[in-house]
């Protein structure tokens, strides 16, 4: 059966990245957050070894990428450290807020510079106070200073906007800012806010059912899940709905049944939403 | 209340949501849907033991209900005594089936539901190695693959006996209201 997994990643059948949620507590609040995540809240957090063992497992079974989500992943002790070793098994995008690195936190990222892997940080607008108001007071200078500290050092950097809506003229000055940050085209994501976790409790994002979300195999300390979007946080409460297995070691449990919950979908129902 | 959260078909997960597709699936499986990776497994075991066989449905409620009267546990108890009435287990057998304060051996006369019952009781209700006596009595009635699945129903029962216990799920308002129709409540 595990062959058969390396197959569906192969044949695009199963897409081939592997998300680890490192842990759910973050020094922000945003008002949109899946994870109802914010300082405070319940670590849930996975070690450093298993997080790695994750993505060894990944590699064994025929994945191809790891993407790192949290809460504020870098929040963890060492997860730069961390980054790097499972960058040195596979491709990885690990999620970050971008405001916590300065001193010890942004020279240890030395470790990641010329490694496989690209920090995807958020950016909602190109109005401060647009973005702040979703992401908390400061947030665009924070970034707007840590991005070039991070190209600088020859760090990929991933630019994720996050929006319920986008006029034109808004994308157009977002797309000339992360430009001039030294951000590609390539590397700027938008996507929709997802009405899960704390924006259900809002009121705010598109609803997306399984079969609206890629398949992509997410390890949490809680279990695995269908997609990132999966092992969303709503009054405390981890969401059962998109779980797919309880055990995550062996990686082949849950990659096999995610294997077998996908076969049969029809192709191509995951990218109506632009859920990434 | 349980103890556990019982996943109701809103929350449950993928591989689960098949058992939810007509409707409450009942407690056991709303619990083990908190880890979904366990139910194909789990309930196909249960099903297979506790489900047709090649033993009548009536021998297999005597082992069920009677296994679950000596583990005093109240859900498998309520929902099996429901059970075994609609596979033509009478009132008083019910009853007496239910009872562990009182002896069953007047309302079950014929040598081999005795036996039977001897055995259930014998496994069921008793710590370390099973009489020989018991045995000899059960195994002059019943053929060894009997012996086997019939044993196996026991244990299978115990465990879920022990599952719903610990875990305190509810029985269903329609059991209750059958039990008492039927003054087994």
């Given at each position: 059966?595990?062959?058969a997994?390396a197959?569906?990643?192969?044949d695009?059948?199963?897409?081939?990245r592997?998300?680890?949620?490192?842990?759910?507590?973050?020094?922000?609040?945003?008002?949109?957050?899946?994870?109802?995540?914010a300082?405070?809240v319940?670590?849930?957090?996975?070690?450093?070894?298993?997080?790695?063992?994750v993505?060894?497992?990944?590699?064994?079974?025929?994945?191809?990428?790891?993407?790192?989500?949290?809460g504020?992943?870098?929040?963890?002790?060492?997860?730069?450290?961390?980054l790097?070793?499972?960058?040195?098994?596979?491709?990885t995008?690990?999620?970050?807020?971008?405001?916590?690195?300065?001193?010890?936190?942004?020279?240890?990222?030395?470790?990641?510079?010329?490694?496989?892997?690209?920090?995807?940080?958020?950016?909602?607008a190109?109005?401060?106070?647009?973005?702040?108001?979703?992401?908390?007071?400061?947030?665009?200078?924070?970034?707007i200073?840590?991005?070039?500290?991070?190209?600088?050092?020859?760090?990929?950097v991933?630019?994720?906007?996050?929006?319920?809506?986008?006029?034109?003229?808004?994308?157009?000055r977002?797309?000339?800012?992360?430009?001039?940050?030294?951000?590609?085209?390539?590397?700027?994501v938008?996507?929709?806010?997802?009405?899960?976790?704390?924006?259900?409790?809002?009121?705010?994002?598109?609803?997306?059912?399984?079969?609206?979300?890629p398949?992509?195999?997410?390890?949490t300390?809680?279990g695995?899940?269908?997609?990132?979007?999966?092992?969303?946080v709503?009054?405390?409460?981890?969401?059962?709905?998109?779980?797919?297995s309880?055990?995550t070691?062996?990686l082949?449990v849950?990659?096999?049944?995610?294997?077998?919950?996908?076969e049969?979908?029809?192709?191509?129902?995951?990218?109506t939403?632009?859920i990434? | 209340?349980?103890?556990?959260?019982?996943?109701?078909?809103?929350?449950?997960?993928?591989?689960?949501r098949r058992?939810y597709?007509?409707?409450?699936?009942?407690?056991?499986?709303?619990?083990l849907?908190?880890?979904?990776?366990?139910?194909?497994?789990?309930?196909?075991?249960?099903?297979?033991?506790?489900?047709?066989?090649?033993?009548?449905?009536?021998?297999?409620?005597?082992?069920?209900?009677?296994?679950?009267?000596?583990?005093?546990c109240?859900?498998?108890?309520?929902?099996?005594?429901?059970v075994?009435?609609?596979?033509g287990?009478?009132?008083?057998e019910?009853a007496?089936?239910?009872n562990?304060?009182?002896?069953?051996?007047a309302?079950?006369?014929?040598?081999?539901?005795a036996?039977?019952?001897?055995?259930?009781?014998?496994?069921a209700?008793?710590?370390?190695?099973?009489?020989?006596?018991?045995?000899?009595?059960?195994k002059?009635?019943?053929?060894?693959?009997?012996?086997?699945?019939?044993?196996?129903?026991?244990?299978?029962?115990l465990?879920?006996?022990?599952?719903?216990?610990?875990?305190?799920?509810?029985?269903?308002?329609?059991?209750?209201?059958?039990?008492?129709?039927?003054?087994?409540?």
């Amino acid at each position: 059966m595990t062959v058969a997994v390396a197959a569906a990643v192969a044949d695009g059948v199963l897409p081939g990245r592997v998300w680890i949620y490192s842990n759910y507590h973050c020094n922000l609040a945003c008002s949109y957050c899946l994870t109802d995540s914010a300082p405070g809240v319940a670590k849930r957090a996975l070690t450093a070894d298993r997080m790695v063992r994750v993505a060894e497992q990944a590699a064994e079974l025929g994945f191809d990428a790891i993407g790192v989500t949290g809460g504020e992943p870098f929040l963890a002790p060492g997860m730069a450290g961390t980054l790097a070793r499972i960058a040195d098994i596979l491709p990885t995008i690990a999620l970050t807020n971008g405001t916590l690195f300065s001193g010890a936190r942004l020279a240890a990222l030395d470790a990641l510079a010329g490694r496989d892997i690209a920090l995807q940080i958020s950016l909602d607008a190109a109005d401060p106070d647009v973005n702040d108001e979703a992401r908390g007071a400061e947030n665009f200078a924070q970034v707007i200073d840590a991005i070039p500290k991070l190209v600088e050092r020859g760090i990929r950097v991933r630019l994720a906007t996050t929006v319920g809506d986008v006029a034109p003229h808004d994308a157009a000055r977002l797309c000339a800012l992360h430009r001039e940050l030294g951000v590609a085209d390539e590397d700027h994501v938008v996507r929709p806010i997802v009405h899960r976790g704390r924006a259900a409790e809002r009121a705010i994002g598109v609803h997306a059912t399984r079969d609206d979300l890629p398949a992509e195999l997410t390890v949490t300390a809680d279990g695995a899940y269908w997609s990132p979007f999966g092992p969303t946080v709503r009054d405390g409460r981890v969401d059962t709905d998109l779980l797919i297995s309880r055990t995550t070691d062996p990686l082949a449990v849950p990659a096999e049944l995610l294997l077998r919950a996908v076969e049969g979908r029809p192709p191509g129902t995951d990218t109506t939403l632009n859920i990434r | 209340m349980s103890r556990v959260e019982l996943l109701g078909a809103d929350d449950a997960p993928l591989v689960a949501r098949r058992y939810y597709d007509e409707g409450d699936p009942g407690p056991i499986v709303a619990a083990l849907a908190q880890v979904p990776e366990m139910l194909d497994s789990t309930l196909a075991f249960i099903g297979a033991v506790l489900g047709p066989s090649s033993i009548d449905g009536r021998t297999k409620e005597l082992v069920i209900l009677r296994t679950s009267a000596v583990s005093l546990c109240r859900y498998c108890v309520d929902s099996h005594s429901v059970v075994a009435l609609d596979t033509g287990v009478v009132h008083d057998e019910v009853a007496a089936l239910r009872n562990v304060e009182a002896a069953w051996t007047a309302t079950f006369a014929d040598p081999r539901e005795a036996a039977l019952l001897g055995w259930v009781d014998a496994v069921a209700g008793g710590r370390g190695p099973v009489s020989d006596e018991s045995s000899a009595r059960f195994k002059a009635e019943f053929a060894d693959h009997e012996v086997v699945e019939l044993t196996l129903l026991i244990a299978a029962t115990l465990m879920l006996n022990r599952f719903c216990t610990a875990l305190d799920l509810p029985t269903a308002t329609a059991v209750l209201d059958r039990l008492r129709r039927e003054r087994l409540a």
